[in-house]
């Protein structure tokens, strides 16, 4: 699906995100209130405790799962709007994701798996970007190869690359170093911030490693569902910093 | 452990159901055939039971050991023996009887029943003891003179004949009107197991049945004090050369024992379709334990890491299986119930009649159902059971998708190819066996075929479901390729399944081909006569009245009947064809010697006397049913067999068999007359005799070819059972695989894919297997068939047709079968959750 043309600065917004999961007693208020809007062709950090709400931002920001009230919105389009279908083509043609692990169809080459989103659509892959989008994730060599055949950190970069190949509004990802000793982080992390920097893409990550945030333009706090924080062109000590007075 | 495993099997509860389900069809079909057997042969021995209640002993014409329709007595005693035998001491009632073919015509003048249970024309008892007929009060009473008769109360009911109505009854000298003076029960049945029944006084029985002065037997009360067999002894004395005397309890076991022998055949058949439904149950059963336990391979290495040992895990399994193989086996035997109904049901709408009455549960129904399910689903866990006890405790703490090593494919070539050979060599040996384990040895061989077959199979599973998938469109169609080829023995093992019933069934449809063509062959090259006479009843052939009413007719040149019986050559049975010499002008046996020449002499076809080896000139010791042994000249060959390998002369042999009904008359037209004058002008005379089918050429051709198509869509029918069990197989895997991809699945979904998109893919997935085992069936049925067929060469089978339409049909309808067995876990994939999906452990 294409979106309306009127770019704005802002990729995708929350506005007054609340998520209650459960009913009765066992009531859980994962968002309680979030409003933020990403800035285009910005690299933003989603940090915070374990529990607090990072993946259920992601997810409802993501269309993958519904807000209790409140509004998101991609590219300007209302996601509340949208029907299953309408979803699930707005995931296949306006949002990237990189999980934490199981990114790959496993009987899919690597090229297969960057393509995979395309092939869904029934289009075929802008050749030059492609080329560009596999030089940048340093996989030329490697894209006959099936996931089994690759590292972690190889089958997270394929899994980047997938997500920038059809040039989403944006991308979001889910811990996506977290699975990965700390070189393959270092390599993903600045492959994403060079997507950003170089190809203009809007990357989303939650995380909960300073040094992952480090490479960031800006990073958000949550805890119990709620922003408390924010902090701009972040360095892991920083981070570190803010995640001490936060924490304390 | 126990307690574990019931735990197990309701975990896997929804698995196992379909599981179940395979297993409960094959044993309901076993169960199925023993109910329905059983319950023919009690109600048939209460019904013999009553019919000879009242006899001690009876006289009849001594009787063919071979040669006879069982039920009917050939031969006549003198009506002057009855009063020798009324004197004899020891007799309290003595009666003579007649019995004959006798045919009721219904209202639209059409033959009642003549397909099934016989149609019995016979003479009133008086004397109760010696008859289970009665009239009850208001149902009229026994016919008293000529014109009179009694039908029985079931056949009245059901063709609305009333006290004084008319009836037309067919019988050997054409068809009469009759006043029905009375309606009988039988004993306290209305019918006897589907037969009609017409009972006229002692002088229009032997007037109707040619039987003048004489009875076919006479039957006897013995006087009190007096046992059956002493009372035997006695009329032995009396009884004249070329008589027997029987007891009530002997033709009692007679009667049965005919229709015993008849459905021995079909028992044998219905337990043949329910083993290849068990035996594709076993591939499904295997399959889903070999999937659950590689599923559940953290679950048994905690059991291990917790100190269970290895031979406690094949127990768990073992024991999971017993249960659910306990559970399907009791609910499969309850359903046999069921199927035995629809068996009964089928077996009537058939035209043949099986008498009303409760079903027969025997004991051995119950054992036999509960063994083959038990010792089915056991055996087929048992491999699965054994690899569950090699998980090592340390894959508890590892991923859980063990990487499925690449298990050498050399060692599954060498030993898939030999069983199959193992297989074929049986298979050609059992088709060239002149004797009784035929059958045995035939489907042994087509078993070990099936099983090496299943052994290449995941060999093939790569490069045919590459090359299936390949026309698939876009990523779902690649999506479904790959599926199917990254576990081959899963998909193999599946594909297999579904191969049996495709196998059969493309056999079944290349067989009946090749007979259709074999047929259409023969009867195009040796049959110039016009018309062809032959009768609807299954007991009684043409009247020798027609022959000798067409041969009156001015329009029909020459009219010539073919009579086919028995005899025995080194004690085994063989079908004889009995000719006129002039029937060379109608029919051509295309033999050597002209048939006017063989006076005493045989002919023998042309492969069977090679075969036997035997050359023209021998003289070989024949039986025949009424004479006995008599030494026979071989004085020629001939090709056709259509009457069987043996033909003798109507002059020379006519009077060694019992009766004279034909099986077949063929008529010539007189020069100038066209077929349809001829047809025209034969009409009078078949109006008297309903049961009587007339044909051309074209009519017998077509005939052929429907009653094979018949017997294709029978056949098709039941291994219809086969194919349900192999697709549930199908969507059993299916369903099983998509749990095991639920975060695969649910990543598709994540970056784009739709819903329609995932059925989609789960559905070609589901194709592909399907027509990957529909080809390995018809390759398998095409082999099959050409060995049947080839082997069968000698029998009058001479042309191997391919039935390409057929066998493509079979293609596309197991891609059919594909997608509906697709249809369950296709929506139960599209349905998931996308994000507890990504996040499934
Ligand atoms: N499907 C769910 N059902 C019930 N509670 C949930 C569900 N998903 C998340 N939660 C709860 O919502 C809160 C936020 O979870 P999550 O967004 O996963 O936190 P984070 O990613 O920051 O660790 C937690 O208390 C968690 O237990
Ligand atoms: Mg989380």
Redesign the interface.
Known sequence: MTLAPPRTDVAASILDGVKVYGAGDATVRALDGVTFEFPRGQFTAIMGPSGSGKSTML?TLAG??TLTSGRVEIGGVDLGSLN??EL??L???NVG?V?QA???????TAR?NIV??L????TKPDEQWLQQVVKTVGLADRLSHRP?ELSGGQQQRVAAA?ALVSQPEIIFADEPSGNLDSRSGAELLGFMRRAVKGLGQTIVMVTHDPVAAGYADGVVFLADGRIVDGLDDPTPESVLERMKTLGG | MLRTALKGVIAHKVRLGLTSLAIVLGVAFVAGTFVFTDTINARFTTLFDDVYAGIDASIRPEQPEFGSAPGTIQGSLPEALLEAVASTEGVQAAAGSVGGFAQIIDAAGEPVGGQGPPTIGGSWIDEPALSALRITDGNGRAPSGAGEVVIDVGTAEAEGFELGDDVRIQTALGTETFEVVGLANFGTESNLAGATMSIFTIDEAQRLFGLEDSFTSIDVVAADGVSAEELVERLTAVAPQDTEVVTGDQQTQEQLDGFTEGLGFLTTALLAFAGVAVLVGAYVIQNTFRIVVAQRTRELALLRAVGATARQVTTLVALEAAIVGFVSSAIGVVSGIGVAAGIKAAMNAGGFGVPDGPLTVEPRTIIAGMTVGMVVTMASALLPARKASRVPPVAAMTETQAPTSPRSLRKRTISGVAVTALGAALLVTGLTLENGATAAVVGAGSFTVFVGISILAPVFAIPIGRLLGRPLPGITGELARENTVRQPRRTASTAAALMIGIALVSFVSIFAASIRASVTDTLEQSFPADLAFSSTNFLEGVSPTVESELEGLEEIATVSAVRTDFIRIDGQELNVGIVAADVERMYDLRPTTEIAEIGEGMLIQRDVLAERGWTVGDVIDVEYPAVGLMPTTIVGTFEDQTFGNYIVGTEAHGDDFFGDAATIVFARLADGVSLDEGIEATQPVLAAFPNIDMNTKADQIAEAEAQVNQMVALFSGLLGLAVIIAVLGIANTLALSIVERTREIGLLRAVGMSRRQVRRMIRAEAVIVAIFGAILGVGVGIGLGWATVSSLADDGLSSFALPAGQLGLWLALAALAGVIAAAGPARKAAKMNVLSAISYE
Do not use: C, Q, W
């Not at chain 1, 199981?102 to 899919?108: A, D, I, R």
């Not at chain 1, 092939?119 to 029934?122: E, K, N, T």
């Open positions: 997810h993958l799962d299953d279908r699930t083509m995931r296949r043609d994701f999980f199981f990114n790959l169809v496993p009987t899919l297969e995979l989103p092939s869904i659509a029934g089994s997938r």
